[in-house]
């Protein structure tokens, strides 16, 4: 029995007194926006995030790895970067990368790095295993990407505005659901919670919300299935990730079938494989 720390009434009053929750990056909106427009292109997403030192050196980073450059033919050019790796991938990698250096948490830089390493790599595996789904199964695609990305952000929530030592207590050993229910024993609530009260403070849409708080218990909820087999694959084989742009290598170099392997082993997911 872990002790008490906050009572539920205390922890929604902490998080609701502040001046205001974590802020979505400015550039993150632009690539999301960016996405959704028909004349999307691999120079007007560099045009996003030339100025952006961090961000323009891993898209380079990861385009001229082995992994995405077998030839050995090096490049420096960002929208040449872009195209190799493919907008939709590079955009990914902008946006999450974007967040990891707008949230600024009074923890250790490692803790913040593996985090976010370990929610792209979720969102990652959930478009990679949402290619082996039946055909009639429906869900979007960019409801995928984000509830990988931010199945776990109410834990930056809960160290931001409710326990500054959040990530250095000895319960993070546990995942899923035995971690939610120790959150409850100790703050009042679960980091799933409070990831759809944030959710809802972003007006992202119903779907996504839906899916992050449910990703614990998927029940029926299709992208919270996906997403929560994800986030155990990531604990159970990368563990060590320490930056976004190993995890992008790393799933780049799972196969097909070492995926769908994985998903035949999941009561959650074996009624949806084609």
């Not at 632009?30 to 996003?48: C, K, T, V």
């Not at 250096?101 to 390493?117: D, E, G, T, Y």
């Not at 952000?153 to 035995?178: K, N, Q, T, V």
């Amino acid at each position: 029995m872990q002790q008490l720390i906050s009572t539920r009434e205390h922890s929604l009053q902490l998080m609701y007194e502040t001046h205001e929750l974590l802020i979505l990056p400015e550039r993150f909106l632009e690539i999301r926006s960016l996405l959704s427009q028909s004349h999307a292109s691999a120079n007007a997403l560099a045009h996003i995030v030339e100025t952006d030192v961090m961000i323009s050196a891993s898209l380079l980073k990861i385009a001229n790895s082995s992994a995405y450059n077998p030839m050995n033919k090096p490049l420096s050019s960002l929208p040449k970067a872009i195209a190799r790796l493919g907008l939709a991938t590079s955009a990914q990698i902008s946006m999450s990368m974007s967040l990891f250096q707008n949230f600024h948490l009074p923890i250790a830089l490692q803790h913040l790095r593996q985090f976010w390493a370990h929610s792209f790599s979720v969102s990652q595996l959930c478009l990679r295993m949402s290619e082996h789904l039946k055909p009639n199964i429906k869900y979007d695609s960019d409801d995928l990407f984000m509830a990988g990305l931010f199945h776990d952000i109410g834990c930056i929530l809960i160290a931001l505005h409710i326990d500054s030592r959040y990530f250095e207590r000895d319960f993070l050993a546990l995942h899923g659901a035995e971690l939610c229910d120790v959150e409850q024993q100790v703050y009042g609530l679960h980091h799933a919670e409070v990831g759809e009260i944030m959710l809802k403070q972003w007006g992202m849409p119903t779907s996504l919300i839906d899916s992050v708080a449910a990703h614990h218990h998927p029940k029926d909820n299709v992208i919270a299935a996906i997403c929560s087999s994800a986030d155990q694959f990531g604990h159970e084989h990368w563990q060590a990730l320490q930056y976004i742009e190993a995890a992008q290598s790393k799933v780049h170099e799972l196969s097909s079938s070492d995926i769908r392997g994985w998903m035949e082993t999941s009561e959650l997911l074996q009624p949806l494989l084609k």
